[in-house]
C-alpha cells in the first residue's frame, strides 16, 4: 500500500503473520506478546467533564487499543451506553459529576451493562471521599493526576481482576 502527504510518502507492506513466523521463528515469541497483550475487543467509558482530561485518558486508551466511547456527563453516559450496540467492559469516571457521582453512575449504567467494571477518578484523596457518601465505595479509587503508564496499569489490573 501507498499513500502520501504532499512531498512525503510511504510505502506499506502488509504480510499474513504466519507466513512472517514461519520464515523467522524468533518473532514467534514477539509477536504473541504484541497480538495477546492488546486489548482486542475491550470497550472503556470514559466520563469526565474536564474536556482535558478526558481526552488525555482517551487519547491514552486508545493509543493502548482499547475502543473508547467519551461522554462528558452522566446523561451523557446514559446515552452512549443505551445507543452503543456492543458490550462496555469498564467505566472510567471522575468521581464528582455534574448532579451526581461516579459511584451513583456506575450503579445506575449496571442495569444496562451487567458485569461492567468501574475505576473512580478524583482530585481529592480517598479519605475526603467521605464527604460525597462514598465511604463504602466498592470501585476502584484512582487519584489525579496520573500517569499514563498508572492509567494502563490501573485498567489492566481491573479489567483482570475476577470481581
Do not use: W
Not at 2 to 24: D, K, P, Y
Not at 61 to 76: D, F, P, T, W
Not at 111 to 117: N, V
Amino acid at each position: 500500500m501507498r499513500f502520501s502527504v504532499g512531498e512525503t510518502s510511504a510505502l506499506i507492506f502488509l504480510h499474513q503473520i504466519g507466513s512472517m513466523l514461519n520464515q523467522n521463528p524468533n518473532l514467534a515469541e514477539f509477536s504473541s506478546t504484541l497480538i495477546l497483550d492488546r486489548p482486542l475487543g475491550t470497550t472503556i467509558l470514559v466520563v469526565e467533564d474536564e474536556a482535558f482530561v478526558r481526552d488525555a485518558a482517551c487519547d491514552v486508551l486508545e493509543h493502548e487499543g482499547y475502543r473508547v466511547l467519551r461522554a462528558r456527563s452522566a446523561s451523557e453516559a446514559h446515552e452512549v451506553v443505551r445507543t452503543f450496540k456492543g458490550t462496555i467492559q469498564l467505566l472510567l469516571s471522575d468521581i464528582v459529576l455534574p448532579g451526581t457521582n461516579g459511584l451513583a453512575l456506575a450503579k445506575a449504567l449496571r442495569a444496562d451493562c451487567p458485569g461492567l467494571k468501574a475505576i473512580l477518578v478524583s482530585g481529592y484523596p480517598r479519605e475526603e471521599m467521605l464527604r460525597f457518601g462514598l465511604s463504602d465505595c466498592p470501585e476502584s479509587y484512582f487519584p489525579k493526576p496520573f500517569s499514563s503508564e498508572a492509567l494502563i496499569r490501573k485498567v489492566k489490573l481491573i479489567l483482570e481482576s475476577d470481581d
